[in-house]
């Protein structure tokens, strides 16, 4: 990709028909390695950065970034997170991978392209650890098959006015308690069919996020057609650049203000809170171990809901049902002609 020799390997990965190729770079960076080298490099990773999809790995021997604050103190570190966040590329490695020191990157300019990171000790008498992670590819769209009621489209007067036709009165004369819903049942959904639309159901997590408000959602939509014009010759590199850095601060800058809204009414709004917390998590826990009532552990689904079923069942045993009965019995005593009960000193 440069006539400049520099110590990188570069493949494309044809893509399905509509999903586009991924370029997948190898890359070792000497310590000593000059500007000139440097500067060959990054605009091999300029150049590949345009692709639909881009993974580059490697040793790139900057110990001294500090990826959670960007920044560093030497100036070819400081050159190579620059061109970093002028190619919009993410670095996925979160854990050192040599003495202590983040050397073995991993970069792509697609969020969620790469994903399941993990280190896996050393490989012979290397002293590097060895990074493991997976390519998602992206997988066919599921088309959800549910269907639920559009209100928004519903015509809500010619509903009004279907049933308000009926003569309620004569169509439920002398029925009783499971006739007459039966009927009303009836007529309501010959209404509905007839007012109100039905639209496909829509995914779990594909409704807008918290923080996205309808500044953030602008900027968002002017970073695609920026994207769609630069791609078309139609919008320069700098004016695009702009863009979606304007976009990437004003979507931080919500992000952060969510999270301070949060922590603010965390003692009056405890259930958005913890929702936060349950959506950031990585792992879902499930219902451990339990006793039974031999006291012995059980780890199978069916036995667990077996013990939770008897253990709400309990509440409903023959002490409880007793204690109910006295007091619907007490509740039907004569109290007017019943002497007031007296307190003793040694009572109270």
């Not at 549910?146 to 309620?168: E, H, K, M, N």
């Amino acid at each position: 990709m440069d006539e400049e020799p520099t110590e990188s390997l570069w493949v494309r990965v044809k893509g399905r028909a509509g999903a586009g190729d991924i370029i997948a770079g190898v890359c070792y960076r000497p310590p000593d390695q000059g500007d000139g080298a440097d500067e060959a490099l990054y605009r091999q990773i300029g150049a590949a950065s345009c692709s639909q999809g881009l993974v580059l790995m490697g040793d790139f021997n900057h110990p001294d970034i500090c990826w959670r604050d960007n920044a560093a103190e030497c100036k070819q570190s400081r050159r190579f997170l620059e061109c970093v966040n002028d190619n919009f590329l993410l670095q996925v490695t979160e854990e050192p991978t040599r003495r202590g020191a983040m050397l073995d990157l991993v970069l792509t300019n697609k969020g969620g392209l790469v994903g399941d990171v993990k280190l896996k000790g050393s490989l012979g008498c290397s002293d590097h650890e060895m990074v493991e992670f997976r390519i998602l590819r992206a997988a066919r769209r599921a088309h959800s098959k549910l269907t639920t009621l559009d209100f928004r489209r519903a015509d809500i007067g010619l509903f009004r006015d279907l049933l308000g036709r009926i003569p309620w009165d004569k169509a439920l004369e002398g029925r009783g308690a499971q006739d007459s819903w039966l009927i009303f049942k009836g007529h309501l959904l010959q209404a509905q069919e007839r007012c109100i639309p039905t639209k496909r159901k829509s995914g779990k997590n594909t409704g807008r996020p918290a923080w996205m408000n309808k500044e953030v959602l602008g900027k968002v939509k002017q970073k695609k057609e920026a994207y769609r014009g630069w791609k078309q010759g139609q919008v320069a590199w700098e004016e695009y650049r702009e863009t979606v850095q304007a976009a990437r601060d004003q979507v931080r800058k919500a992000k952060a203000l969510r999270e301070l809204n949060l922590a603010r009414d965390v003692k009056d709004n405890k259930k958005s809170s913890y929702r936060y917390v349950s959506e950031k998590r990585r792992t879902r826990e499930n219902v451990g171990p339990l006793r039974n009532e031999t006291g012995d552990l059980v780890t199978q689904d069916m036995e667990k809901a077996e013990v939770l079923n008897d253990f709400f069942a309990s509440v409903f045993t023959g002490k409880s049902l007793s204690h109910t009965a006295q007091v619907t019995e007490g509740k039907g005593r004569d109290w007017e002609n019943a002497e007031p009960p007296t307190v003793g000193e040694d009572q109270v």
